[in-house]
């Protein structure tokens, strides 16, 4: 792995290990997030669990030749078997099991397509609730689009990026990226709605974009505008490690335009993201950054970033901007 750029810790929150689809019933997997080795399987009846990767017998890699065995994983090198909490619940060849004997069970929700983790580094359990979006299921959404990319760049510079409504115009060659936008904040979570112009089906129109934002990880982007329809992309963006970041995108179009008019939306936003790679590539972060006071949103969110770390300083303090202290009340 490269010199961590970003010099940043990975923040509490929800994130996407596996898409729901691609993990069957008794299938064990071999994954790497939070810059540790992870196993995730699903149980005979479907449910999802994931682990710490090694056995805590004698350190076996759970995901290399373990195997379900109705509702419990089994350890490949004594048998040693586990059910979804973690507990040990049978030795095959031992009176006693220890009681400490215990797998690093993860807390796991299976929600919007992804099977989702709770990270925390201190292992305190989650402070805020997993976004369930209703359109995922819903009888006049069509949902099965799907989109992932790993980046060289950290989740919080990711993020950021979608605060920063100024580089549309100079990295996505936007000339009206943005009419009018605001940021709002409840709490832990972050909405910004923002008005913009595209060219489509030989016109011009001005769609109104919703993004809503839970932790540095999770986001959901509403498109509307066009007089009955609606798009969704709801992404999860999870550390792999300090400098690289695993983006799932899920879309969900009303079915009225779920062929080739929803199909030019998802290419723009897919396409769109490729140009922020050279910059992600060679960028680091600035953990005291030198803003201009057109950059006020970005201040704003790394402000609201603070929540998400266990040392609320990790995400960064941007310099007051100029003219910032004279026009504070």
Not at 151 to 178: K, L, T
Request: net charge negative.
């Amino acid at each position: 792995m490269e010199k961590n750029r970003f010099n940043l810790p990975i923040p509490n929150g929800w994130y996407a290990v596996a898409w729901s689809k691609d993990l069957a019933p008794g299938e064990v997997q071999r994954a790497y997030y939070f810059d540790r080795e992870l196993v995730i399987f699903r149980t005979e009846s479907g449910r999802a669990c994931v682990f710490d990767a090694y056995c805590p017998h004698l350190g076996a890699h759970l995901g290399a030749g373990g195997t379900v065995e109705g509702e419990t994983l089994r350890c490949p090198f004594h048998a040693w078997r586990y059910d979804c909490e973690g507990a040990c619940v049978d030795i095959p060849y031992a009176k006693r099991i220890p009681p400490n004997a215990r797998a690093g069970a993860w807390e796991v929700i299976e929600a919007n397509e992804m099977i989702f983790v709770w990270h925390h580094i201190d292992g305190k359990p989650p402070f805020f609730e997993m976004p369930i979006l209703p359109e995922f299921g819903h009888s006049d959404w069509a949902a099965d689009k799907h989109w992932e990319k790993v980046f060289n760049a950290h989740v919080q510079d990711m993020a950021e990026n979608n605060c920063d409504p100024v580089h549309f115009r100079y990295v996505h060659d936007n000339p009206e990226p943005i009419i009018d936008s605001a940021m709002r904040y409840d709490g832990l979570k972050m909405t910004m709605s923002s008005t913009s112009k595209r060219e489509a089906y030989g016109g011009v129109f001005e769609l109104e974009l919703e993004r809503e934002t839970w932790g540095i990880g999770l986001a959901s982007v509403r498109i509307v505008g066009l007089e009955g329809a609606g798009l969704l992309m709801f992404s999860s963006t999870t550390p792999v490690d300090g400098c690289h970041s695993h983006s799932r995108w899920a879309f969900a179009v009303t079915k009225n335009m779920a062929d080739t008019a929803g199909q030019e939306f998802i290419d723009s936003m897919t396409e769109g993201v490729l140009d922020d790679l050279p910059i992600w590539d060679n960028k680091i972060h600035r953990s005291r950054p030198l803003l201009c006071d057109g950059d006020h949103y970005l201040a704003e969110f790394r402000r609201w970033a603070s929540n998400f770390y266990s040392d609320p300083d990790a995400a960064g303090r941007a310099v007051e901007a100029p003219g910032e202290a004279e026009d504070r009340v």
